[in-house]
């Protein structure tokens, strides 16, 4: 690999020399109802906005063009999920057929243009149809990660408030099903606002009974709208109306409703599908994450079809599904060429097979690239991926907030040379700098707060949905001109971006996005709680893992193990398992500041074995021995 050799450089310096050139060119691969007015309307929205006044369809640059132009017959979709022991394929046509099918249904069901639609879907192709039928006509879809419980759902109802929940009857995790309906019920219980129409998918893992007057069943209503030849056009939006809500942590139990525009994220998605990701259309492609969460979103769902690729879904895990060797059978029985996951995945599978045993049985010729994002990618786990499958393995950084990469290896322009703990370089829209408490910029290989020049790039959050001022608040009020990531790194004298950890309280469980701030929340609403502190502590398979400490009212005399049980329940009630919250510890006190502030980064420290400096402000110093004590009490931490 010669960094000369990449087209990375004078791509990045295009970009930089005039940015509305550079993505004007990208969106000629789109195809638009009316072309836009402006690239980049610097007056328009919070920091501006892209592609004013263009009239476009997401789904119809997602399936109609591709059928239009030749490709019906080439699959679209494979659906293999190995938890059901069941396979489909849709081609584009048929995908067709069955989006266009289910915006009929809802159009039906008094679903129009600018309506949000909530989906709580397991990873069927129909949670994927769902988005899709909602882009067809111009509705907002917001999808709720399944693995998130009743309370989480009803925040997110109450927010967006949708004319329609898309649902399934359950969800199957590993030994388990989910039953998705006694949970949608609760969260329409909880929430204050009630969604007139549910349309329910029934698994045959589990058939549930349906609420009469509200829900539907997802199959009847299809079955009746076909023998109907029911059939919705795309329904033209502005480039600039929103697409997808999609919920994320924020600092509080709140979460942030980040809104995804259409024309920006049809651009952006576009381009890195050939310039990152090195895809050409038709290629068989891979993301193995879930469409509750933003990877999803970009590359399960959309950016594979903007592309005319063939879109895996899978409804299965690394491990146990039945086996390490899982992936392996997904890329060569698909042909994949690349596949994107996260970090956490592959520790899985090293674990349970150190010397990748299972890879010997599959033809793995097709395979190219790795990809890797959602938390760091730690050298460990980097070097081991390639010494296994011998192809180049890709970090790149990611966020929600974003859509797509900010900083990664163009393998499309041309590899560059691979630095372990690296997410490589910036992508073209985003220029990066690490900046002191001060907002100063600080030099090459000086950690600090990563920042991003404004105006963000194409595809990335205008806003958050309804709260323009949380979202200048959260992101923008920070460091005046910069949209503020969260995260702290640093940048390398090559220009190399280390992402290194968040800089709120948020942590990455197994590459989900998790509030500790939340998780406190729910604690002290234990009646026998005190006070609390959450951390993120080291974990050798999920990166992280929360641990909770808990001190205990006045008075409390129940035995501490009995509370503590009531609150690792409580979490998985009220967040949801995704929380994998199991550690919670009674402790006399909690370590503080002077001023009262808990000391939860030193806390952190003991936790993972870090050497630390005793705080200056510390209130009593013998507080670190007691928690110290009390981890290994536990036997949990370094
Ligand atoms: N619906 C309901 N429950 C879910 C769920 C869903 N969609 N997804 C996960 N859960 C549950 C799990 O069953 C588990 O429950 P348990 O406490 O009863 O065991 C809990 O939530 C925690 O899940 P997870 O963190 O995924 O841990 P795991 O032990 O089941 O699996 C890995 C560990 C590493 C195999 C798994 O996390 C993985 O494949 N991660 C890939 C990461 C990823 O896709 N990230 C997306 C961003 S790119
Ligand atoms: P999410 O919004 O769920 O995609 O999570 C985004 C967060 O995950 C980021 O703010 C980072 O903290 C972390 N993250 C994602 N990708 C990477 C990466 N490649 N390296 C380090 N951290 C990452």
Redesign the pocket.
């Known amino acids: 690999m010669d960094a000369r050799a990449s087209r990375y450089h004078d791509t990045y310096a295009r970009w930089q020399r005039d940015p509305e050139g550079f993505w004007g060119e990208a969106a000629c691969e789109i195809d638009w109802i009316e072309q836009p007015k402006k690239v980049f309307d610097k007056d328009a929205g919070v920091y501006g906005r892209w592609f004013t006044g263009g009239v476009v369809n997401t789904c119809w640059n997602a399936v109609d063009r591709h059928v239009k132009a030749g490709r019906g017959a080439q699959t679209a979709v494979i659906y293999d999920s190995p938890i059901t022991n069941s396979q489909r394929k849709l081609s584009y046509s048929e995908l067709l057929t069955e989006v266009s099918t289910l915006a009929a249904m809802l159009g039906d069901l008094g679903v129009a243009k600018g309506d949000r639609v909530i989906l709580y879907m397991p990873m069927v192709p129909e949670a994927l149809i769902g988005m899709l039928a909602c882009a067809r006509i111009g509705a907002i879809h917001s999808v709720v990660f399944g693995g998130f419980a009743a309370k989480e759902l009803a925040t997110r109802i109450d927010d967006a408030k949708p004319k329609l929940i898309l649902s399934a009857s359950c969800g199957i995790e590993p030994g388990r099903v989910v039953k998705y309906k006694p949970l949608l019920d609760q969260a329409i219980e909880l929430s204050k606002f009630k969604p007139p129409h549910v349309l329910i998918l029934q698994r045959p893992q589990e058939q549930c009974e349906l609420t009469p007057g509200r829900d539907h069943d997802w199959a009847a209503l299809r079955e009746k709208a076909i023998v109907a030849k029911k059939s919705a056009d795309c329904v033209p939006v502005l480039s600039t109306d929103p697409l997808y809500i999609l919920y994320?942590s924020g600092t509080t139990g709140i979460p942030k409703g980040v809104v995804r525009d259409n024309g920006g994220h049809l651009v952006a998605l576009k381009w890195s599908m050939k310039n990152l990701y090195g895809i050409e259309p038709g290629e068989v492609w891979w993301s193995a994450s879930d469409v509750g969460?933003?990877?999803g979103h970009s590359y399960i769902v959309y950016a594979p079809l903007f592309h005319g690729c063939t879109t895996i879904l899978y409804e299965g895990k690394p491990v146990g599904t039945p086996d390490p060797g899982a992936f392996w059978r997904v890329i060569s029985e698909h042909g994949a060429v690349a596949m994107f996951t996260a970090p956490t995945a592959f520790r899985a599978i090293k674990k349970e097979d150190p010397n990748a045993k299972f890879l010997a049985k599959y033809d793995m010729s097709k395979f190219r690239t790795l990809f890797?994002?959602?938390?760091?990618?730690d050298p460990d786990t980097v070097k081991w991926a390639e010494d296994t499958l011998k192809v180049p393995i890709v970090?790149?950084?990611?966020?929600?907030?974003t859509g797509w990469c900010i900083a990664g290896n163009p393998v499309g322009l041309g590899l560059l040379p691979v630095k372990h703990g690296s997410?490589t370089v910036p992508m073209p829209g985003y220029e990066i700098h690490v900046l002191d408490e001060g907002g100063k910029k600080l030099p090459a290989n000086k950690t600090g707060s990563i920042a991003v020049k404004l105006p963000l790039p194409p595809s990335n959050f205008p806003t958050l949905w309804m709260q323009d001022d949380r979202f200048k608040e959260s992101y923008l009020t920070q460091f005046p001109g910069y949209y503020a990531?969260?995260?702290a790194g640093f940048i390398d004298d090559d220009g190399y971006v280390y992402?290194m950890?968040?800089t709120d309280d948020?942590i990455?469980v197994a590459g989900?996005?998790l509030s500790t701030g939340g998780m406190e929340e729910v604690l002290s609403s234990h009646k026998d709680v005190a006070e609390c502190a959450v951390i993120g502590m080291k974990d050798e398979l999920k990166g992280e893992v929360p641990c909770g400490f808990i001190v205990l009212k006045a008075g409390v005399n129940r035995p501490p193990s009995e509370i503590e049980k009531e609150i690792v329940a409580l979490v998985r009630e009220k967040i949801g398992p995704v929380a994998a919250f199991k550690i919670a510890i009674t402790v006399p006190r909690l370590p503080k500041t002077r001023s009262g502030k808990i000391l939860r980064g030193t806390m952190k420290k003991i936790a993972d074995g870090d050497a630390f400096n005793m705080p200056a402000t510390i209130d009593d110093p013998v507080i670190l021995d007691e928690i110290g004590n009390a981890l290994k009490g536990k036997g949990v931490g370094a």
């Open positions: 994320t969460w933003v990877v890797l994002a959602g938390e760091r990618a970090d790149h950084w990611w966020q929600t907030e997410a990531t969260a995260d992402v950890g968040r948020i990455n989900h996005r």
